[in-house]
């Protein structure tokens, strides 16, 4: 499925090319693989994977088992594959956060994703909703920002840590409405979004996979999503374009890594069995029923995509003054 983000680079517009040409056979994986995601259960991160992990079970012949490995907004996850053997039985979903904002902040992470990962596949491309809890007076995203203005520093915004996709997001946004708002960092999307529900934080920008099922039943209200267009989970959702906010646009992404040293044989079957998986129907309608757009990658493609996304969220950074604190 073709990216949809205008920010992303267009060279992925060829994101359904066939399989790299080096090594789709030859190797097969000869026990269970381990699938490290580094958020809790139940996250956006989280949900994506597990969807695809059902589907290379089926398709590797071996159990593709995820395992939660969290904290340190995505570091310890990513390590714990980085320290892996290169094997191809280890396998990370990466994110945003994680491999392309985690590197501005914290400068002795002890290992490099973008030199210590090897990248096997996109997975996935979402939108975020901002979301606040139903007791928010605030009905419209105009309202919501008048209320903020109004009353600097009162309203704070949960996040899945530090330099996390719903991090930035939110900056981004600070930085494009103007506000004064506190953040307060989880170990998770998930944490997070129950908080805002409980009304212990005010708002959030969540991942749609993470935070449909809990719009859908009332107990957030979304008040606008940040893609391009409007989600069709939400059509009555404005996006914050059109809500006067073109500077607060963005997406988040998720990708299939190993551990650098991998041999091309079995990158080669693990990107052609991402790639074949995310062609299937029912794996891109329940992604797509999940809030995410299921999108495959070549390996180069996204080394491309990090490169340049580093760059991008680099500036974010610099220009809200964020540390590993948040």
């Keep these: 499925m073709p990216l949809r983000r205008r920010h992303l680079p267009l060279a992925l517009a060829g994101l359904s090319a066939p399989a790299p040409a080096r090594a789709q056979a030859g190797w097969a994986p000869s026990r269970p693989l381990r ?36 904290g340190s907004s995505g570091n310890i996850g990513m390590e714990n594959v980085v320290r892996s ?8 979903m990466g994110t945003t956060g994680a491999l392309t904002v985690n590197p501005h902040l914290f400068p002795n992470l002890g290992f490099d994703p973008a030199k210590d990962l090897a990248p096997v596949s996109l997975v996935f491309t979402t939108d975020s909703a901002l979301i606040v809890n139903p ?7 105009a309202e919501f920002l ?9 309203f704070s915004y949960g996040s899945a840590g530090a330099g996390s996709s ?4 939110a900056e981004l946004f600070r930085l494009a409405a103007g506000i004064q708002v506190l953040h307060v960092p989880y170990r998770g999307s998930a944490p997070a979004l129950n908080d805002t529900v409980a009304g212990n934080v005010q708002f959030m920008l969540d991942q749609l996979p993470s935070c449909i099922g809990q719009v859908q039943a009332g107990r957030v209200r979304a008040l606008a999503v940040t893609g391009p267009r409007r989600s069709p989970l939400l059509p009555e959702v404005p996006t914050v374009a ?3 906010l073109p500077g607060a646009e963005s997406t988040s992404w998720g990708a299939v890594l190993v551990p650098a040293g991998t041999p091309d044989a079995a990158i080669g079957r693990l990107h052609a069995a991402v790639r074949e998986a995310l062609a299937v129907p029912a794996v891109k309608e329940r992604m797509a029923q999940a809030g995410a757009d299921a999108a495959s990658s070549t390996p180069a493609e996204l080394a491309a995509l990090m490169r340049r996304e580093t760059e991008r969220w680099g500036k974010v950074v610099k220009d809200a003054g964020i540390s590993p604190a948040g």
Excluded: C, K, W
Excluded at 44 to 70: C, F, Y
Excluded at 135 to 141: D, F, G, V, W, Y
Excluded at 166 to 169: D, I, L, R
């Design 135 to 141: 007791n928010m007076p605030a009905q419209s995203l």
């Design 146 to 154: 008048a209320l903020a203005r109004s009353r600097p520093g009162a």
């Design 35 to 70: 699938f490290v995601v580094p958020f809790p259960a139940g996250g956006a991160t989280d949900v994506a994977a597990r969807i695809l992990a059902e589907r290379l079970t089926e398709t590797l012949g071996q159990p593709v088992v995820v395992e939660n490995r969290t």
């Design 166 to 169: 719903t991090h930035m997001a």
């Design 242 to 244: 059109e809500a006067g």
């Design 85 to 92: 053997a290169p094997d191809g039985h280890s396998l990370l």
